[in-house]
C-alpha cells in the first residue's frame, strides 16, 4: 500500500493521559499536514510541515499540542493531558513538492477522551 | 476569511437519478479546489482536483465544474448507484504550500 498510512487506527484514553499519534506519507511527498475533524464537520486545519520543518500552526493547536516530523519523513502529533475536548478524528495528509499541490489523506486516528 | 458553503447537508435519492452537490466560497482567490469522498469512520478519498484555471474537470461518472468569479463549484455524478453513498466535501486551497479550507459536506444516500 503506497498511500498516507496512520496509525493507531483508534485509541480510547482516559482524561488527563497522553496520547501520540503516527503518520506515514506518500514516500516521495515533501509537504505532511494535519487537520482535525469532529462529527458533522468538515476538517480543520492544524499544522503543515515543508520537510523536517514546521512552516504553519493553527490557533487551534494549544500548548497542548505538538507535532514532530524529524527526518522529513514520518509525523507524530502527541496531546499532553487530554480533555474530552479533544475527542475527534485526527487526519494526516501529504502533497508531492511540484504540481497542482493534490493532498491525500489517511485513514485517520479517531480519538475518544473518556 | 474564506469561508466554504456546501448545500444542501443532506440529500436522499432513488438509484438511477443524477446526483448535483453544490460548493460556495467567499474569496475567488483560490489556487484550486479538490473534491473528497468521505465514508463513515472513514479517512478522506480524493476524487477530482480542479486548478483555478480550469473550468471542470472528469472522472468516470464524476464531473465537477468551476466558476471562480461567482464562488461557485458543482459535482456532478451521473445514474447514482448505492455505493455512492458517502458524505462529499469540498474544499478550496488558498495558500501556494497547500492548506485547505474545507466545507461541511454533503451527506448523500441513494437507495436501491
Known amino acids: 500500500d503506497t498511500g498516507v498510512s496512520q496509525d493507531p487506527r483508534h485509541k480510547i484514553t482516559k482524561r488527563g493521559q497522553n496520547v501520540t499519534f503516527r503518520c506515514d506519507p506518500i514516500?516521495?511527498?515533501?509537504?505532511l499536514y494535519w487537520y482535525r475533524q469532529t462529527l458533522g464537520q468538515g476538517p480543520e486545519f492544524l499544522t503543515y510541515?515543508?520537510?523536517?520543518?514546521?512552516?504553519?500552526k493553527s490557533r487551534l493547536l494549544s500548548d497542548r499540542f505538538s507535532a514532530e516530523r524529524p527526518k522529513g519523513s514520518f509525523s507524530t502529533l502527541e496531546i499532553q493531558r487530554t480533555e474530552q475536548g479533544d475527542s475527534a478524528m485526527y487526519l494526516c495528509?501529504?502533497?508531492?513538492?511540484?504540481?497542482?499541490?493534490?493532498?491525500?489523506f489517511g485513514q485517520g486516528t479517531r480519538l475518544t477522551v473518556v | 476569511k474564506q469561508e466554504v458553503t456546501q448545500i444542501p447537508a443532506a440529500l436522499s435519492v432513488p438509484e438511477g437519478e443524477n446526483l448535483v452537490l453544490n460548493c460556495s466560497f467567499t474569496?475567488?482567490?483560490?489556487?484550486?479546489l479538490q473534491w473528497f469522498r468521505q465514508d463513515p469512520g472513514k479517512g478522506l478519498t480524493s476524487l477530482l482536483l480542479?486548478?483555478?484555471?480550469?473550468r471542470e474537470q472528469t472522472s468516470g461518472r464524476l464531473n465537477a465544474s468551476l466558476d471562480k468569479s461567482s464562488g461557485r463549484s458543482t459535482l456532478y455524478i451521473a445514474a447514482s448507484q448505492p455505493g455512492d453513498s458517502a458524505t462529499y466535501l469540498c474544499?478550496?486551497?488558498?495558500?501556494?504550500?497547500?492548506?485547505?479550507?474545507f466545507g461541511a459536506g454533503t451527506q448523500v444516500v441513494v437507495t436501491p
Open positions: 495528509a501529504s502533497s508531492p513538492p511540484s504540481g497542482g499541490i493534490e493532498a491525500f
Open positions: 514516500s516521495e511527498h515533501n509537504r
Open positions: 510541515f515543508q520537510n523536517e520543518a514546521q512552516l504553519e
Open positions: 474569496d475567488s482567490a483560490i489556487y484550486n
Open positions: 480542479i486548478q483555478s484555471s480550469q
Open positions: 474544499a478550496v486551497l488558498t495558500d501556494s504550500w497547500g492548506k485547505l479550507q
